[in-house]
Each structure stands twice: as C-alpha cells, then as structure tokens.
C-alpha cells in the first residue's frame, strides 16, 4: 500500500475512490542529502510526507543557521506558517540524508478538501497533533536544563541521534556542540 494513504488512514478511514484520486495527485521524489525544498522568503506550496530520510527546517540568525525542527520518517513536513497562510516562508527546508518523499499542492488539498469534507477531519487532527508536539516540547525548552531537553527530544525521537547532524540537534535545542556532546557521554 502507498505510505501516504496508510499515514493518513491512521487518522481517517478512506474510500477507494478518495485514495484513488490522492494516489493520482501525489509527486514522488528520490532526493539527495541537502536538497533544499524550500527558500526564505519563497511561499511553500507543497505538503511533503517523508518516505525514508529526515528533514529540518532552519533559519539564519546573525549569519548562523539555526536548526528550528527536525522530521523523521513517516511524519509531515512544509513550512507550516507558509504553507497554511500562503505567505512567504521565514524558514528553509532542506533534506538532511538521502530521503524519498511524497508530496502534494496546496491547491490540490483545497481541491480534495471540497470534494471530500472527510480530508478534513484529517487535516485538523494533524495540526492538532504538530501543534501539542511543539507546544509540549517549546513549554519544556524554556525551564529545562540542556541535559532535560535532550531528553525531551529522545523521547519524542527515540533514533533522532542515530539519523540528525549533532550540530543541527544542538542548534535544535539551543545548547553548544560540545554541551551536547558531554550530555550524550554520560
């Protein structure tokens, strides 16, 4: 079965036909490891279903780039305030390993939206989860010793070492390489 249609039957049940006309849409991509998906300041147009591989969004601060999330496998990834808003994107998205992913328009999910309202109940309880999974992890990020948060992460990530850059999980949690070096040590 097509990993997207079983991503999203964890949620909602489908009708043939939906799946159908879902499969029909979705663009499948084999892409190398630091395939930039998505630029600053260009509108993010696609929803993307990580197949294999792993994938960050960043941003530069002062020069420096900042790692603001890292996705795993079989999770969603765009620019969310991008994609959702149809504003262009603060943020970068890059492939961080080779990764196949499955995407799909943001005009063809209006599209499928309209034509099956059951997509929707989808599309809200996946934001609902994206948004208590940062929200749970930013609200500990705040009051957390570097050491807690990277516990955070491996509980909400268990592999994420073992996949992700150390500097890009660093940069994830706000903490210096060598800081997570000595925690992952002990």
């Given at each position: 079965?097509?990993?997207?249609?079983?991503?999203?039957?964890?949620?909602?049940?489908?009708?043939?036909?939906?799946?159908?006309?879902?499969?029909?849409?979705?663009?499948?991509?084999?892409?190398?490891?630091?395939?930039?998906?998505?630029?600053?300041?260009?509108?993010?147009?696609?929803?993307?279903?990580?197949?294999?591989?792993?994938?960050?969004?960043?941003?530069?601060?002062?020069?420096?780039?900042?790692?603001?999330?890292?996705?795993?496998?079989?999770?969603?990834?765009?620019?969310?305030?991008?994609?959702?808003?149809r504003k262009p994107s603060s943020e970068y998205l890059e492939v961080t390993e080779e990764s196949i992913l499955m995407s799909i328009t943001y005009d063809?999910?209006?599209?499928?939206?309209?034509?099956?309202?059951?997509?929707?109940?989808?599309?809200?309880?996946?934001?609902?989860?994206?948004?208590?999974?940062?929200?749970?992890?930013?609200?500990?990020?705040?009051?957390?010793?570097?050491?807690?948060?990277?516990?955070?992460?491996?509980?909400?990530?268990?592999?994420?070492?073992?996949?992700?850059?150390?500097?890009?999980?660093?940069?994830?949690?706000?903490?210096?390489?060598?800081?997570?070096?000595?925690?992952?040590?002990?």
């Open positions: 079965m097509n990993p997207f249609i079983t991503y999203i039957k964890q949620y909602i049940n489908l009708p043939s036909e939906t799946e159908e006309e879902i499969v029909n849409l979705i663009l499948t991509e084999k892409l190398d490891k630091g395939k930039v998906l998505l630029e600053e300041g260009k509108t993010c147009n696609r929803l993307y279903f990580i197949v294999e591989g792993t994938a960050r969004t960043y941003f530069y601060q002062n020069g420096k780039d900042i790692t603001y999330w890292i996705y795993p496998e079989n999770m969603l990834v765009t620019s969310w305030h991008s994609y959702m808003l063809q999910w209006q599209e499928l939206y309209a034509k099956y309202p059951r997509l929707d109940r989808f599309g809200r309880l996946v934001i609902e989860e994206q948004m208590a999974l940062l929200d749970d992890f930013y609200k500990g990020y705040y009051f957390l010793s570097a050491k807690e948060k990277y516990e955070l992460l491996i509980a909400a990530f268990p592999t994420i070492t073992q996949r992700a850059n150390l500097g890009h999980i660093a940069s994830m949690l706000g903490i210096s390489q060598e800081t997570l070096s000595r925690i992952r040590g002990k």
